[in-house]
C-alpha cells in the first residue's frame, strides 16, 4: 500500500512546489516594486505571445496561413513567411493589452510601432525578432522569438526612437522563445539566466533550470561553413584549426535561437560573421544579437564582433547589423585570437611597404 501511495505524494509535491514565469521575476527582484511589478507583467505578456505562436506552429500544416511566403519582403530585402507576419502581430496584439510597452520594433517593420493609448503611462519599448529562423518551418524543424526590453528615454516627440540607439548596456531583461519539442523561455533580467517549459495542461510556464552557466569551454563550433570562401582569412584560419583538432563537433541549424540554446546548454562557440561583400553580417544589432549577448554574458560566456565587445556596440540605425562571435569565454577568445592574428600580419605588410 505504501508503495501506491508514494507516486501520488511525490506528484503533489511536484505540483506544490513548481515555479510560474510571474512568480519568478518577482522572487528574481526581492521585491514588489512598481518597477519589479511591470517586469512580472511584461514577462507575463511575452509568455502569451509565445503560447499563441506555439498553439499556431503546433498546428503547421493543418491551418492556413502557417507554411508558405507571403510573397513579399521586409525591409531588410528578404522574403516574408506568413509565421512572420502572425507572430509579428501577435506580439502587438498582446502588448496593446499591456497598458506598459509604448513602442514596439521588430525586424519585420521599418519603423516602430506606437500605441498611442499606453505611451502616457507605458516607458517601456520592447524590440524582438518575432519569428527567428523561420525557413525552418515548412520543414518542421525548431525555431524561436527573440525579445529584449529597454526604458524609454526622453519623449520621442518626433517618433524616430532615436533613445534606442545606445549599447546593449541599456536593455534591462532580455530573452528567447524555443519552439522545439517543448516550448521553452528562457530569460534574464540582469540576475543570471533561466529556463521555463511550457506545460501544456496547465498552460503556464513552469521553471525547469535556474541559473544557468555556459561552461569555460565547449566542443561545440556552429557556423555555415557553406559561406567559407565568402569569409574574411581569419575566420577560414579558426575553421582550419577546428578541422586539424581533435574535440570538436559541428553543428548548425540555421535558425539561431536553436543554436544558441545548444551553446548555451552545452558550450561552444557560434559564429554568424561577415562576409567580403558584407562585412557588417546579416544579424540585427537590436533584435538579435544585443539580446543574446545579455543574456550570454549572465550565463558566465562571452559576445564579440570579432573586433569589440558585442554589448558595448552602438547602433547608428534601428536596423544595424553586426558580425557575431558567442558562446564559452575560452571558445570567443580563441577565434578572436586569429582575427588578431591577422590583422597584426597586415599591419605589419602594411608597415614594411611603406618606402623608408
Not at 272 to 300: D, I, S, V, W
Request: glycine share 8%.
Amino acid at each position: 500500500m505504501a508503495d501506491v501511495d508514494q507516486p501520488v505524494a511525490q506528484e503533489r509535491t511536484l505540483d506544490r512546489d513548481c515555479t510560474t514565469l510571474s512568480r519568478h521575476v518577482l522572487q528574481q527582484l526581492q521585491s514588489f516594486s512598481a518597477e519589479a511589478q511591470d517586469l512580472s507583467a511584461l514577462m507575463t505578456r511575452i509568455a502569451l505571445a509565445a503560447k499563441l505562436i506555439s498553439r499556431r506552429l503546433s498546428r503547421a500544416g493543418l491551418v492556413e496561413g502557417v507554411l508558405g511566403v507571403t510573397g513579399t519582403v521586409n525591409v531588410q530585402g528578404e522574403s516574408v513567411k506568413k509565421m512572420d507576419i502572425y507572430a509579428n502581430d501577435v506580439f502587438i496584439s498582446v502588448f496593446k493589452q499591456s497598458g506598459l510597452v509604448c513602442r514596439l520594433a521588430s525586424e519585420e517593420m521599418e519603423k516602430p510601432y506606437y500605441i498611442p493609448e499606453n505611451c502616457p503611462i507605458g516607458r517601456y519599448t520592447l524590440l524582438y525578432d518575432p519569428i527567428d529562423g523561420s525557413s525552418n518551418i515548412d520543414i518542421n524543424l525548431n525555431i524561436g522569438s527573440i525579445f529584449s526590453i529597454r526604458k524609454q528615454e526622453g519623449d520621442d516627440l518626433n517618433g524616430e526612437a532615436e533613445d534606442l540607439l545606445q549599447n546593449g548596456q541599456k536593455q534591462i531583461a532580455a530573452g528567447y522563445i524555443l519552439y522545439g519539442p517543448s516550448t521553452m523561455l528562457v530569460y534574464s533580467i540582469g540576475t543570471g539566466v533561466h529556463s521555463f517549459t511550457l506545460d501544456p495542461s496547465l498552460g503556464e510556464f513552469i521553471l525547469s533550470k535556474e541559473n544557468m552557466q555556459v561552461p569555460d569551454h565547449g566542443p561545440i563550433y556552429s557556423v555555415n561553413e557553406g559561406n567559407f570562401w565568402q569569409w574574411d582569412e581569419s575566420i577560414r584560419d579558426y575553421i582550419r584549426y577546428v578541422h586539424r583538432h581533435e574535440g570538436y563537433t559541428a553543428r548548425y541549424s540555421g535558425a539561431l535561437v536553436g543554436d544558441f540554446h545548444r551553446i548555451l546548454s552545452q558550450g561552444g562557440v557560434f559564429l554568424y560573421p561577415g562576409t567580403l561583400k558584407k562585412p557588417e553580417g546579416k544579424l540585427r544589432l537590436l533584435y538579435e544579437t544585443a539580446p543574446l549577448a545579455f543574456l550570454m554574458e549572465q550565463a558566465g560566456g562571452r559576445a564579440s564582433t570579432g573586433t569589440q565587445n558585442l554589448m558595448e556596440v552602438v547602433p547608428k540605425a534601428l536596423h544595424q547589423r553586426t558580425p557575431l562571435i558567442i558562446g564559452s569565454k575560452e571558445d570567443v577568445a580563441l577565434v578572436e585570437s586569429f582575427i588578431q592574428e591577422r590583422a597584426r600580419d597586415s599591419e605589419e605588410a602594411a608597415m614594411a611597404s611603406k618606402p623608408g
